[in-house]
């Protein structure tokens, strides 16, 4: 199954929030994947943006039950920044809850119709290089946020709706990167041909940082 030929595949690129939100390293990686998967197609994912933002709001508000009495017996036992995000989790408003779950079927229905037409797309799987230990901020798009809450920004609105996914290093320096592999729901045997091609082909690996 893995050693299945994939050039029947329509595989399209993902556009919009997947190439605005990144550093020149994750436009790189990703034309990279591209060019070994012989596609220019572009597609877009519509409302990825607020479909961020409600995945967001679910997994706050969702952890923050999950660890609710732990964070009142033990709070000091969670890291500060964790228990600060839970805390937050925990005050969203009920009906802003809601509205993020009613958005997120929309939101399903409408990526599943992408699906229609193609059969994989790629998007970026961070929007940069694994940060430096102790780095806190990096600047996206202009605006200087905080680290560990936004290297999702791009999984996010897939993982959010339940779509299989590989995520593929590709070699750059000083750092390899990320590319997801995205597929329908229950086609994981797709994601895991095209990686498997890939890593065929020598256009995905993961080797040591230079000096190590």
Same mark, same amino acid.
């Given at each position: 199954m893995l050693a299945q030929?994939?050039? @029947?595949?329509?595989?399209?690129?993902?556009?919009?929030?997947?190439?605005?939100?990144? &550093?020149?390293?994750?436009? +790189?990686?990703?034309?990279?994947?591209?060019?070994? /998967?012989?596609t220019t197609r572009m597609i877009e994912i519509p409302e990825a943006a607020r479909a961020r933002a409600a995945a967001y709001v679910i997994t706050a508000c969702e952890g923050a039950? /999950?660890?609710?009495?732990?964070?009142?017996?033990?709070?000091?036992? &969670?890291?500060?920044?964790?228990?600060?995000?839970?805390?937050?989790?925990?005050?969203?408003?009920?009906?802003?809850? @809601?509205?993020?779950?009613? &958005?997120?079927?929309?939101?399903?229905?409408?990526?599943? +119709?992408? &699906?229609?037409?193609?059969?994989?797309?790629?998007?970026?799987?961070?929007p940069?290089?694994?940060?430096? /230990?102790?780095?806190?901020?990096?600047?996206?798009?202009?605006? +200087?946020?905080?680290?560990?809450?936004?290297?999702?920004?791009h999984t996010q609105p897939i993982s959010f709706i339940g779509l299989p996914v590989v995520a593929v290093p590709v070699p750059l320096q000083p750092m390899p990167i990320g590319v997801q592999i995205i597929a329908a729901p229950w086609r994981e045997d797709i994601v895991l041909r095209v990686a498997f091609a890939l890593e065929r082909a020598g256009a995905v690996s993961a080797p040591p940082p230079r000096g190590l």
């Amino acid at each position: 199954m893995l050693a299945q030929e994939i050039g @029947d595949l329509r595989i399209a690129i993902a556009g919009g929030y997947f190439q605005n939100n990144v &550093f020149p390293e994750a436009i +790189e990686a990703v034309a990279r994947i591209a060019g070994a /998967l012989g596609t220019t197609r572009m597609i877009e994912i519509p409302e990825a943006a607020r479909a961020r933002a409600a995945a967001y709001v679910i997994t706050a508000c969702e952890g923050a039950s /999950l660890h609710l009495d732990r964070l009142r017996r033990r709070p000091n036992d &969670f890291d500060p920044a964790v228990r600060d995000r839970l805390l937050a989790g925990a005050m969203i408003p009920a009906p802003l809850v @809601d509205r993020a779950q009613k &958005f997120r079927r929309w939101y399903r229905a409408q990526v599943l +119709e992408l &699906f229609k037409s193609v059969d994989v797309i790629i998007a970026p799987a961070t929007p940069c290089v694994a940060p430096k /230990l102790g780095q806190a901020t990096f600047v996206l798009d202009g605006v +200087e946020m905080a680290v560990r809450p936004n290297m999702g920004v791009h999984t996010q609105p897939i993982s959010f709706i339940g779509l299989p996914v590989v995520a593929v290093p590709v070699p750059l320096q000083p750092m390899p990167i990320g590319v997801q592999i995205i597929a329908a729901p229950w086609r994981e045997d797709i994601v895991l041909r095209v990686a498997f091609a890939l890593e065929r082909a020598g256009a995905v690996s993961a080797p040591p940082p230079r000096g190590l």
